[in-house]
Every structure is written in structure tokens, then in C-alpha cells.
């Protein structure tokens, strides 16, 4: 059997500083790029609809690139272990190239199975850090240091002129990749943000050099924040961009800004974000448990009515509504006011 190497993308959508695929291309195997939409995943109550358009508008934007140099990202509506499981009966896998991924336990659980499959099936599974956010850490001591190295070290660019991409099989591909994913998911929203590394760069660059000089002005206010503010969010959700490339790019146009604070805040922000993943990711049992042990006396009733009209915005008290309905319209409410009407619901519905 071919001998390949597998770059499996998770929540890095983008060819910019890319530890997986860059590696992977340093080596002499064919390289075979595979994303899978999860159905397990896709299923669970943390998801909806416009997290899914979002990845798939970002994937449509790397496979556009890709066609450029007549290549492809095989993109499944299926398990991955589905997919690793048929693809060893045709290939030899020598090593999967991925980065590490910070989600829920359905993540984890799936990563802690296909580590036991890859395994008993002789092939390597190389995991590089996310961003700032560091696995297995026994303590944050130094943690800061390793963040700021991390953000600081050489970024991982791609030689475009090696791709060495891998065709896969038409029939295998036909077989595997699944049913076509829904209209809703593939058709876009105009009033949501276009997922796609293009969109983040584009939102990085207009921020760094025109909107950040009310950053700290506007972050708090409903409707100037929309511009006040980055808007960088879902793109180092889903990694259009990467963490490092956004605090280079930051660094760079530092000295030349006229608001060097907005951007010295705006930097300790883009550590927050790092910080607070890190939290979850050492601490993951707060996808089940109060985080203060103190919270589990205070049980309410669940009232589905209130939880309704909070979700619908119609709980009568007018900036948890507008903010609630220009969240369900565009995506989007700024941090202040998302930790106030998240506040809103703990206090009085939950």
C-alpha cells in the first residue's frame, strides 16, 4: 500500500502558520488534508447551525486555494474514526499531523480513542500547541513566560511551491464522506461575519490600522463596539488565524499607533483569551460543576418559560433584549455585554 502522511484539520482552519501541515511537508510521504463535520459533535447542545456555516465557509475558502494549485481538502459529513478506519485499508498511514484541541469531553473522548487506534495500528499522532494554551500543564507558575515565547517564536509558514498533496480515491472518498450537509449550513447569512482566513486578515488589518483608536473607548458600548472592537472572535475560535500572527501583527504597528494603549489593552485581551482557555483545559470539570463548590446550594427551579423569553430576548427588561436579539440576528454581542445578560440568566432564571 501507498505510504502517506494525514494532516487532520480541527479547529485551525487556515495555511498560515500551520505547525501540523508545515512539518508534514517537511517530510518526503504524499500528504492527504481531511476535515470531518462530526455528527457527534454537530449534535450536541453546545452547537448550532452557525458554528457549522462558519466552518464551512472557512473550508470552502481553503479549498479555493487549494484548486489553484490542483489539490484538494477532503471534507466528510462522517466520524473521523470512520474515516481512519477505512483509510487503513488502502493507505499506510505513516503519521497523522493535527493540533491539539481545547473542546468539550465528546473531543476528548473521541482523541482519547483514536490515540489507542492509531496505536494499535503502528501510526504516529503528532499534536502541536494551540496557541497559548498548554497541555498537561501541573502548574501556571510560569506560565506567562511560555506564552509570550510562544507568541514571540518564528511563525510556521507553508512553502506553497512543496504542497506534495495526496489525491484520494474517488471511489473511497464517494464511499466515506457522507451525506451532504444541510442548505442552512451551506448557504451564508449576510448579517453574520464570512468565516475564512481572507475575512480574518481582513478584520485583523482594518482594526490594527484604523479602528482600534476607540478600543478602549467603545468595548464596552452595544453598538460602537461592533466596530470599536476587533471582531477577531470566531476566526481565533475556529484559527482563520492564529494567536501568534495577530499579536506579531499587532507588535509591528505598535510604535507607529496614535492610541498605544488601545493596543496595550487590546494585547492583554489576546492573553485573557489564552488564559481563560487554559483555565478550561486544566480545570475541565466545569463542564459539569460549579466552579465554586458553594453555587451547588442554591437550586431553583427551572422555569422553561423564563429560559424562553431569555433566549428570544423578550424578558422585558430592554438591554438584555437588545442585546439578546442582535445576538440571535448577527452573531454577535461584545464581551461586556455578554457577561451581563449571562449574569442576568444565573441571577434571576436559572
Known amino acids: 500500500m501507498q ?8 479547529r485551525d482552519l487556515r495555511f498560515t502558520d500551520h505547525a501540523p501541515l508545515y512539518t508534514a511537508q517537511q517530510k518526503l510521504l504524499p500528504i492527504l488534508l481531511i476535515y470531518c463535520f462530526e455528527p457527534s459533535l454537530m449534535a450536541h447542545y453546545d452547537s448550532d447551525v452557525r458554528h457549522w456555516r462558519f466552518v464551512y465557509e472557512s473550508l470552502q475558502e481553503m479549498q479555493e486555494k487549494l484548486k489553484n494549485i490542483n489539490a484538494q481538502l477532503y471534507i466528510f459529513n462522517n466520524e473521523v474514526k470512520n474515516i481512519f478506519d477505512e483509510l487503513i485499508k488502502h493507505y499506510k498511514i505513516n503519521t497523522v499531523f493535527s493540533h491539539q484541541e481545547i473542546g468539550n469531553k465528546i ?32 502548574n501556571r507558575a510560569k506560565w506567562n513566560d511560555r506564552w509570550q515565547q510562544k507568541m514571540t517564536e ?5 512553502d506553497e511551491k512543496k504542497w506534495n498533496i495526496l489525491y484520494l480515491n474517488e471511489k473511497i472518498y ?16 449576510k448579517n453574520f461575519q464570512h468565516g475564512g482566513e481572507y475575512w480574518a486578515w481582513r478584520y485583523m488589518d482594518s482594526f490594527i ?10 468595548i464596552s458600548k452595544p453598538s460602537l463596539s461592533r466596530k470599536g472592537c476587533s471582531r477577531l472572535s470566531p476566526y481565533l475560535a475556529y484559527g482563520n488565524i492564529s494567536m501568534r500572527m495577530v499579536y506579531q501583527y499587532t507588535k509591528q504597528h505598535y510604535q507607529s499607533s496614535k492610541n498605544k494603549q488601545a493596543l496595550t489593552n487590546f494585547i492583554s485581551r489576546l492573553h485573557w483569551h489564552c488564559h481563560f482557555i487554559q483555565k478550561f483545559e ?10 465554586n463548590s458553594a453555587y451547588n446550594t442554591l437550586i431553583k427551579p427551572k422555569n422553561e418559560l423564563y429560559i424562553k423569553a431569555w433566549q428570544q430576548g423578550k424578558t422585558g427588561v430592554p438591554i438584555v433584549d437588545a442585546c439578546m436579539r442582535c445576538l440571535i440576528a448577527t452573531g454577535y454581542i461584545n464581551f461586556r455585554m455578554r457577561a451581563m445578560v449571562v449574569s442576568f440568566f444565573v441571577l434571576f432564571y436559572k
Open 107 to 138: 473531543s476528548f473522548d473521541r482523541d482519547v480513542s483514536l490515540q489507542l487506534f492509531f496505536k494499535a495500528n503502528t501510526i504516529t499522532w503528532k499534536e502541536y500547541q494551540t496557541n497559548g494554551v498548554i497541555r498537561k500543564l501541573k
Open 209 to 218: 490600522k484604523k479602528r482600534y483608536v476607540n478600543y478602549s473607548k467603545h
Open 154 to 158: 518564528t511563525p510556521k509558514l507553508v
Open 282 to 291: 486544566d480545570e475541565c470539570q466545569m463542564e459539569f460543576e460549579n466552579i
Open 3 to 10: 505510504e502517506i502522511n494525514v494532516v487532520w484539520f480541527k
Open 174 to 189: 464517494t464511499y466515506l464522506k457522507g451525506n451532504a450537509l444541510s442548505e442552512n449550513i451551506t448557504t451564508h447569512n
